[in-house]
């Protein structure tokens, strides 16, 4: 069945470091790459996605690239910050069904100040 | 985002009895998405209520012990049936924001003990 892998399971960083997180998927027709951060006791919420006809995408700290061809993914967070420590998740859609996500098994982030 | 309201916030619930979660979402949506998460571990989709149809369930997961209901478009619920102490996790609702294909907006999750 579908499958997404996410490495590595945890990452320690010192503050300003990057950080960088990946993913690959299985399914071939998967067309949506969320991430999502969760914190402590409280829900996934999402930080930044990409789609499969994009390549890379950035917001502030975060950007998010894309190989379909290879079919991985990866999460970069530069300038590191001790609020960034968190669970992070990949996901990938099943197809092109969005709420359908398939969730790699997480990244426990810690930035050291 | 959505605001999505799910109750209860937590329970320690005993063996054998059934529990039901609740999820109100502030806007209608045509999809509302069942997730489970176990203690430490990533999230996995139950099922999928749709409003005026059956709900379609994942590879592993029953009707018979995940029950939904979606009577209207801003509300459903999930039925835990028959708890073990395995069942304990959190059960996380969810919308799509858009038409499909879109960003998947979470409830603050139902994070159940058995017993």
């Known amino acids: 069945g579908e499958n997404v892998e996410q490495h590595p399971s945890t990452l320690s960083v010192q503050e300003g470091d990057s950080a960088v997180i990946k993913c690959t998927y299985s399914?071939?027709?998967?067309?949506?790459f969320p991430w999502y951060k969760q914190e402590l006791g409280k829900r996934p919420q999402l930080i930044i996605d990409?789609?499969?006809?994009?390549g890379e995408k950035k917001d502030q700290r975060i950007a998010v690239t894309l190989n379909k061809t290879a079919k991985h993914f990866s999460l970069h967070i530069t300038e590191t910050q001790p609020e960034d420590s968190a669970v992070y998740f990949c996901?990938?859609?099943?197809?092109?069904?969005?709420?359908?996500?398939?969730f790699g098994q997480g990244t426990e982030l810690s930035v050291k100040p | 985002s959505a605001v999505i309201s799910q109750k209860p916030s937590r329970d320690i619930c005993q063996r054998g009895t059934s529990l039901t979660i609740q999820c109100q979402v502030d806007?209608?949506?045509?999809?509302m998405f069942w997730y489970r998460q176990q203690p430490g571990q990533s999230l996995t989709l139950i099922a999928t209520?749709?409003?005026?149809?059956?709900?379609?369930?994942e590879s592993g997961f029953v009707i018979d012990k995940f029950p939904i209901s979606r009577p209207n478009l801003t509300f459903s619920t999930l039925t835990v049936s028959n708890m073990s102490p395995e069942d304990s996790s959190i059960y996380l609702c969810?919308?799509?924001?858009?038409?499909?294909?879109?960003?998947?907006?979470f409830g603050e999750g139902s994070r159940l003990t058995v017993l």
């Open positions: 399914d071939s027709a998967s067309n949506y």
């Open positions: 969810s919308v799509e924001r858009g038409r499909g294909g879109g960003e998947l907006f």
């Open positions: 806007s209608q949506v045509t999809m």
């Open positions: 990409i789609r499969s006809n994009v």
């Open positions: 996901a990938a859609s099943r197809g092109n069904q969005g709420g359908k996500l398939i």
């Open positions: 209520a749709n409003q005026g149809s059956e709900a379609t369930y």
